[in-house]
């Protein structure tokens, strides 16, 4: 399955990316420290462990004659020098006079390997040789055209799980205005199972823009990887997380402890924002109730928020006041708060249903709308926000956009009023929401499976990418849509995009 879809903004992923550096001494006893923790279990003296080390003990015991036995064959297989089992240091001699290695360098009848002529012409490296020279470069160059990133490609970052294996998929869209290709770039394994992604671009390694994508999973730490290194093994920063786990027997009960990381969520992250005005801000939403703000650029948590009272699916900033961030959670209800003013209870709005997801219109900085579980999309303006709790707040329309739920909603960057929404009952539908009188302009089972997760493109605005339960990356091209193309085509000539006829 495919959980998150994510695109990458052109020009910022490095044109050839770098192969990852070999973890350190440090970084290695660091991950045995951590697995070490993670498997301890304390069980007091009782003496199901004796018995335990015992039977370990004893089948470490069993297994060394098949394993002397192995060694003997490995020795035996190198031929003359021999070591017979039970054999002593004559063995070795007789096998070391019978090479007659003391008068190796002697013999007159050895083979001239190398030759004479042209043959012997010494070149003190291979860039030097006219005969290496070519053909290292013509290697060296196919490899880079291989990993190469072009300036007109497009790159989408999905999280995959699969045989209970879990990945970072980066996938390479060549001509994505025109007749695309899709192949995968490379691709890392990840540790647990991926719910969210959100990409950023603050320089955590120095520089001043770096190529992130942050990942929340069933687990309480928030992973970010470094985009721009191939076969990378350890994220570049984790945020929260568990320090170490433990199990302690009592009786015949196992009584299980956590030990979580200063300012850390203790619940799977379920919703990732990063702030693209306060560029060093990612926003968490969890199933432990609580949404926090992070400082990636110190590894910090700098808020708190408790305004909900079940998990937190989904969280959002809004694109014109930086510091506003709304949520929607499973106690149905959505809470749009002030970062700067932390100790405002915000504004609270209640909605039908379990929130799948809140986005905010690129377009107007007072709307936003709001996906639910049971199949609705429902529209808010902010203007009438009360803080009154027991004032009723109307919105400014409800949509029964699918038969199941709505996972997955995204706002087309150029056009105004514009909407995708992704759904459980596999449809993936376009909207226009002008004059809160939402229709349905395209309606499409794009062959993914349940859609979990949807995306316009920044910079291919008509192009959005989605993901589903069937595991593949699928592009849908809506200006081929002649209902799109009629409709929209005048922003796709301002944004130089082909017109369907």
Known sequence: ?????????????????????????????????????????????????????????????????????????????????????????????????????????DEDDAIDLFGTGIADTFYPS???????????????SEEIDDIMIKADDAVIVCTTNEDEMSHLVVYIVEDPDGDSNVYVHHDMIIPSFPLCTAWLDCPIKGGEKGNFIAVGSMEPAIEI?????????????????????????????????????????????????????????????????????????????????????????????????????LSGSFDHTVVMRDGKAPAHSGFKWSVGSDVECVAWDPHDQHLFVVSLENGTVVGFDIRNASSNPSAELKPTFTLHAHDKNVCAISYNPVVPNLIATGSEDKMVKLWDLSNNQPSCISSQNRKAGAVFSLSFSEDCPFLLALGGSKGKLELWDTLLE????????????????????
């Open 1 to 105: 399955m495919i959980s998150s879809v994510s695109w990458v903004p052109k020009g910022a992923s490095k044109a050839v990316p770098t192969p990852a550096d070999p973890p350190s001494k440090e970084e290695l006893d660091v991950d045995v420290e951590s697995e070490q923790n993670d498997e301890e279990i304390d069980e007091g003296n009782d003496d199901e462990n004796d018995d335990e080390n015992d039977e370990e003990m004893s089948v470490d015991a069993a297994l060394q004659p098949a394993a002397i036995e192995q060694a003997l064959g490995a020795a035996n297989a190198l031929g003359k020098l021999s070591i017979k089992k039970g054999g002593g240091s004559n063995d070795i001699a007789d096998g070391l006079e019978e090479l007659n290695m003391d008068d190796y360098d």
């Open 225 to 325: 990887w470094d985009l721009d290194v191939m076969d990378e093994v350890q994220p570049s920063l984790i945020l929260g997380g568990v320090v170490e786990r433990k199990k302690k027997k009592k009786g015949k009960k196992v009584e299980k402890s956590v030990k979580y990381k200063v300012d850390s969520h203790t619940g799977a992250v379920l919703s990732l924002a990063w702030n693209k005005g306060y560029r060093n801000l990612l926003a968490s939403a969890s199933a432990d109730k609580l949404v926090k703000v992070w400082d990636v650029a110190t590894s910090q948590c700098v808020l708190t928020m408790e305004h909900h009272t079940d998990k937190v699916q989904a969280v959002a900033w809004n694109h014109f006041e930086h510091q506003v961030i």
């Open 126 to 140: 291979n860039a030097l040789d006219p005969y290496m020279k070519n053909k290292d470069d013509d290697e060296d």
């Open 482 to 501: 002649a209902s799109i193309s009629k409709k929209y085509g005048k922003y796709a000539r301002q944004n130089n995009a082909p017109v369907s006829t």
